[in-house]
């Protein structure tokens, strides 16, 4: 399975960006697809996940992130508003396929003052 994420890119402070993660090569729906952040000099940390029948955020993106995911298709998105100069990271698409986990490439979200 290959994800590939797209629509990182540089905001201002209080913008809005969308990121979209599809992934490809497999024939059955992925059980739980997410997103995953890593920030200069920090570790990886889980931003978004939603599987069939949940939706789970990091605290500090509650209220202001959005995951969704297109009915039948392996796409997820994650829609990013009131971004703060915080949220600045490398954002990695993550899918799990029974005991199988993928990631896709890191695209940059650049949020500045």
């Known amino acids: 399975v290959q994800l590939q994420a797209s629509g990182g890119g540089s905001v201002q402070a209080g913008g809005s960006l969308r990121l979209s993660c599809a992934a490809s090569g497999s024939d059955f729906s992925l059980d739980a697809m997410a997103w995953y952040r890593q920030a200069p000099g920090k570790q990886r940390e889980l931003v978004a996940i939603i599987t069939e029948t949940h939706i789970d955020y990091k605290d500090s993106v509650k209220g202001r992130f959005t995951i969704s995911r297109d009915n039948g298709k392996n796409t997820v998105h994650l829609q990013m508003n009131s971004l703060k100069t915080e949220d600045t990271a490398v954002y990695y698409c993550?899918?799990?396929?029974?005991?199988?986990?993928?990631w896709g490439q890191g695209t940059l979200v650049t949020v500045s003052s």
């Open positions: 993550n899918g799990w396929l029974g005991p199988h986990n993928y």
